[in-house]
């Protein structure tokens, strides 16, 4: 009996069913691990904390930091975190810990959607697909406890891009329908979704369309958009103006130099090890200029132009789309023609070799990412804070982490303990608009000092004010510069050292992960 080949057709749907599992797993692993949510999210907490409080009608500002921040941040996110809590009886903080992997997963097969249009080939699509799933960034990024947003950004974003794409390339227009519900949830979803959205659209129709109907089905789309989204943004113009939102939009970080960030292709990839899937991205770019087909490669370009801060997050989109089409038109071909018996050995032996390091890479980034959150000794520490503590009073809050984005105690202390922290960064992208880049180096100045002595103290804490009442000082911090810290045998600090044998300041709480100051 003759053994029964698997179809091209059979093959793309069992990958496309593989990249899905176990891109789920790995979106869902370090969460699992770490009990907790992973890195960020205080913030959300609180939002989705106030949304309840309020019987889900919007409060005029946060409760977070004590800061009066607007509550201006897109919504959705908030809403459905808050309406899963109440309606299962869910802890928010459960929700900030899961949900952002969950819709992390859904992204999968969204990015499958929004691959096939682009690139119009099945088997393509469904290799671009299982680049995206297993790139290790995406896994960290969008399934920490600030993925709340980010996560159902992307998911929508992708929605809407691909719908996008059939009503400019195809001209269907039942297909507006989808790109104006889809967009109207990516404006609700996040701040810098909606700013790819339109770039990534506009481009779409400059590079594949530039028709008359094309443009006048855009404007219908951006109207929709636009009626989906107002009630929302028309309210917060309504109590705070402008200004919010202005100050939000000049924390982008956009410059022509952001371009050379492309040259360390590991931001957008984050591979632990060898950067294999950047290696086949970067390849599959160089590929498509050389046969002078720039939509995808410029595509990667326009993201790092519009807004540089995320664009290592949305660039996984072209550069897996790029690796997926280097795979199926010159590796495999090439695999292929090295196998002389015609038993796709050579392409076997590739898989086999490929398979386990994907999997190694992705458990081990897992494991790395799980270390990163506030552990239980430092949560202890917050709640003796939030019981002991005078509500008005004013910390700083220092972990030794120089990186803002990956500084979890610092994020989480206003959350858990209801308390000012001086020199917590979140939020403030609403507040600081041009002066947010100085408040980023100032931060990382203050966390600089953690190892010396008071002298830097004195100097880099003039930025925040000198009206603060306590110092909470981390000895073990969980990451340096977002990598793992060996931290474990750590028992002190310089910094804890030095206010020991200051008389202006006392102990009030002491174990073996925080050292809490009072300033006398």
Same mark, same amino acid.
């Given at each position: *009996?003759?053994?029964?080949?698997?179809?091209?057709?059979?093959?793309?749907?069992?990958?496309?069913?593989?990249?899905?599992?176990?891109?789920?797993?790995?979106?869902?692993?370090?969460? +699992?691990?770490?009990?907790?949510?992973?890195?960020?999210?205080? *913030?959300?907490?609180?939002?989705?904390?106030?949304?309840?409080?309020?019987?889900?009608?919007?409060?005029?500002?946060?409760?977070?930091?004590?800061?009066?921040?607007?509550?201006?941040?897109?919504?959705?996110?908030?809403?459905?975190?808050?309406?899963?809590?109440?309606?299962?009886?869910?802890?928010?903080?459960?929700?900030?810990?899961?949900?952002?992997?969950?819709?992390?997963?859904?992204?999968?097969?969204?990015?499958?959607?929004?691959?096939?249009?682009?690139?119009?080939?099945?088997?393509?699509?469904?290799?671009?697909?299982?680049?995206?799933? *297993?790139?290790?960034?995406?896994?960290?990024?969008?399934?920490?406890?600030?993925?709340?947003?980010?996560?159902?950004?992307?998911?929508?974003?992708?929605?809407?891009?691909?719908?996008?794409?059939?009503?400019?390339?195809?001209?269907?227009?039942?297909?507006? +329908?989808?790109?104006?519900?889809?967009?109207?949830?990516?404006?609700?979803?996040?701040?810098?979704?909606?700013?790819?959205?339109?770039?990534?659209?506009?481009?779409?129709?400059?590079?594949?369309?530039?028709?008359?109907?094309?443009?006048?089905?855009?404007?219908?789309?951006?109207?929709?958009?636009?009626?989906?989204?107002?009630?929302?943004?028309?309210?917060?113009?309504?109590?705070?103006?402008?200004?919010?939102?202005?100050?939000?939009?000049?924390?982008?970080?956009?410059?022509? +130099?952001?371009?050379?960030?492309?040259?360390?292709?590991?931001?957008?990839?984050?591979?632990?090890?060898?950067?294999?899937?950047?290696?086949?991205?970067?390849?599959?770019?160089?590929?498509?200029?050389?046969?002078?087909?720039?939509?995808?490669?410029? *595509?990667?370009?326009?993201?790092?132009?519009?807004?540089?801060?995320?664009?290592?997050?949305?660039?996984?989109?072209?550069?897996?789309?790029?690796?997926?089409?280097?795979?199926?038109?010159?590796?495999?071909?090439?695999?292929?023609?090295?196998?002389?018996?015609?038993?796709?050995?050579?392409?076997?032996?590739?898989?086999?070799?490929?398979?386990?390091?994907?999997?190694?890479?992705?458990?081990?980034?897992?494991?790395?990412?799980?270390?990163?959150?506030?552990?239980?000794?430092?949560?202890?520490?917050?709640?003796?804070?939030?019981?002991?503590?005078?509500?008005?009073?004013?910390?700083?809050?220092?972990?030794?982490?120089?990186?803002?984005?990956?500084?979890?105690?610092?994020?989480?202390?206003?959350?858990?303990?209801?308390?000012?922290?001086?020199?917590?960064?979140?939020?403030?992208?609403?507040?600081?608009?041009?002066?947010?880049?100085?408040?980023?180096?100032?931060?990382?100045?203050?966390?600089?000092?953690?190892?010396?002595?008071?002298?830097?103290?004195?100097?880099?804490?003039?930025?925040?004010?000198?009206?603060?009442?306590?110092?909470?000082?981390?000895?073990?911090?969980?990451?340096?510069?977002?990598?793992?810290?060996?931290?474990?045998?750590?028992?002190?600090?310089?910094?804890?050292?030095?206010?020991?044998?200051?008389?202006?300041?006392?102990?009030?709480?002491?174990?073996?992960?925080?050292?809490?100051?009072?300033?006398?």
């Amino acid at each position: *009996m003759k053994k029964q080949e698997l179809s091209a057709g059979d093959a793309g749907i069992l990958i496309l069913f593989t990249a899905t599992i176990f891109g789920s797993l790995f979106r869902l692993l370090p969460v +699992w691990m770490a009990g907790f949510p992973i890195n960020d999210g205080g *913030m959300f907490y609180t939002m989705v904390q106030d949304l309840r409080s309020n019987q889900y009608i919007p409060p005029l500002y946060t409760t977070y930091n004590n800061l009066n921040i607007p509550f201006a941040y897109p919504p959705l996110g908030f809403y459905v975190g808050a309406g899963i809590s109440d309606l299962f009886n869910v802890s928010p903080l459960a929700v900030i810990r899961w949900l952002p992997g969950i819709v992390n997963a859904l992204c999968i097969p969204a990015f499958y959607f929004f691959a096939k249009e682009v690139l119009n080939n099945e088997f393509q699509s469904v290799i671009a697909t299982l680049v995206y799933a *297993m790139i290790p960034h995406l896994t960290s990024w969008l399934s920490m406890g600030g993925g709340l947003t980010r996560s159902f950004g992307m998911l929508f974003m992708l929605f809407t891009l691909g719908y996008v794409h059939r009503v400019f390339i195809q001209n269907d227009k039942r297909s507006i +329908w989808g790109a104006v519900i889809f967009g109207g949830l990516t404006v609700l979803s996040h701040t810098e979704a909606p700013i790819y959205t339109i770039a990534i659209a506009l481009y779409i129709w400059a590079m594949k369309s530039r028709s008359l109907k094309g443009g006048l089905n855009g404007i219908l789309i951006a109207i929709g958009v636009l009626v989906i989204a107002a009630p929302w943004y028309g309210m917060i113009i309504y109590r705070h103006g402008m200004e919010p939102l202005l100050s939000a939009l000049q924390t982008g970080g956009q410059t022509f +130099w952001s371009l050379l960030r492309l040259i360390n292709i590991d931001i957008i990839t984050e591979e632990p090890y060898l950067d294999l899937l950047g290696v086949f991205g970067v390849l599959g770019m160089i590929i498509l200029i050389i046969k002078k087909q720039y939509f995808i490669p410029v *595509m990667l370009v326009l993201m790092y132009l519009v807004q540089p801060r995320s664009a290592h997050t949305v660039g996984s989109i072209p550069l897996a789309l790029a690796a997926g089409l280097f795979f199926t038109e010159i590796l495999l071909p090439a695999l292929s023609k090295l196998d002389e018996a015609n038993t796709n050995g050579g392409i076997k032996v590739f898989l086999l070799i490929l398979t386990p390091y994907l999997l190694i890479n992705s458990i081990y980034q897992g494991f790395m990412l799980s270390q990163n959150h506030v552990s239980n000794g430092e949560q202890t520490t917050m709640q003796w804070v939030k019981e002991n503590t005078p509500a008005d009073s004013q910390f700083l809050v220092l972990t030794g982490e120089p990186e803002v984005m990956c500084e979890s105690s610092a994020e989480w202390f206003p959350a858990l303990t209801e308390r000012t922290s001086l020199s917590t960064l979140q939020g403030r992208e609403w507040l600081l608009g041009n002066k947010f880049g100085e408040f980023i180096g100032h931060r990382a100045g203050i966390q600089s000092c953690i190892d010396e002595g008071l002298e830097c103290l004195d100097r880099e804490s003039s930025y925040f004010g000198v009206d603060y009442d306590y110092i909470y000082v981390s000895i073990q911090s969980p990451t340096k510069n977002c990598g793992p810290s060996d931290s474990s045998t750590r028992t002190t600090r310089g910094l804890i050292t030095a206010l020991e044998n200051h008389q202006e300041y006392s102990v009030v709480y002491r174990s073996e992960k925080v050292v809490l100051f009072e300033k006398k």
